[in-house]
C-alpha cells in the first residue's frame, strides 16, 4: 500500500491531491505539481498521461519543490505505485534482442561504465524485481523505470538512445 500528495505550490501548499495507486491520468486534479509527499512507498512519476515523458523516481520523504525530485517543471500528470520484492536480478545486454556480451546485476551500480566496461546497454532482461536505470552515473540524468519483463531494445523502456550511467534497485529503506 503506497501513500502520496501532489501539492500544487511549493513548500505543500495550494491545492492538494492524495493518491494510493496507479493513476493514467491526475490532470482532473490538480494544473501543476510544486511539490510532493510521500508517506509510504516507491513511485515513478511521469510528465504526461498514460505513463509518458519524463520519469522521475520518488521513495518515502517530502519533496518541497519539484527540483528535489529532478524534475525539469511542475509538470507531473501520472503515476505509479512501484510493487516492493525482496529479490533483484537482471541481465544487460550490449547489443539488441539479448546478443553480445551478458552481464548479471543484483545489486546498485553506481557506475556501468566502470563495472563492466559499457556507456550503453542495448538491451535488458528483468528477471525478479523492479528497477531504476540511469542515464548518467551516481543516480543522475533521465530514469526510467524497469519491470519484470524483456526490453528488446532501449525505446522499449522509453529512452531516446542506449546510453545508460548507473542502476539502483526499487527499495523501500523504512
Not at 541481465?91 to 550503453?120: N, P, T, V, W
Request: some cysteine.
Amino acid at each position: 500500500m503506497g501513500k502520496i500528495t501532489f501539492y500544487e505550490d511549493r513548500g505543500f501548499q495550494g491545492r492538494c491531491y492524495e493518491c494510493s495507486s496507479d493513476c493514467s491520468n491526475l490532470q482532473p486534479y490538480f494544473s501543476r505539481c510544486n511539490s510532493i509527499r510521500v508517506d509510504s512507498g516507491c513511485w515513478m512519476l511521469y510528465e504526461r498521461p498514460s505513463y509518458q515523458g519524463h520519469q522521475y523516481f520518488l521513495r518515502r520523504g517530502d519533496y518541497p519543490d519539484y527540483q528535489q525530485w529532478m524534475g525539469l517543471s511542475d509538470t507531473i500528470r501520472s503515476c505509479r505505485l512501484i510493487p516492493q520484492t525482496s529479490s533483484h536480478r537482471l541481465r544487460l545486454y550490449e547489443r539488441e534482442d539479448h546478443k553480445g556480451l551478458m552481464m548479471e546485476l543484483s545489486e546498485d551500480c553506481a557506475c556501468i561504465q566502470d563495472r563492466f566496461h559499457l556507456s550503453e546497454v542495448r538491451s535488458l532482461h528483468v528477471l525478479e524485481g523492479c528497477w531504476v536505470l540511469y542515464e548518467m552515473p551516481n543516480y543522475c540524468g533521465r530514469q526510467y523505470l524497469l519491470r519484470p519483463q524483456e526490453y528488446r531494445r532501449h525505446q522499449d523502456w522509453g529512452a531516446v538512445d542506449a546510453k545508460a550511467g548507473s542502476l539502483r534497485r526499487v527499495v523501500d529503506l523504512y
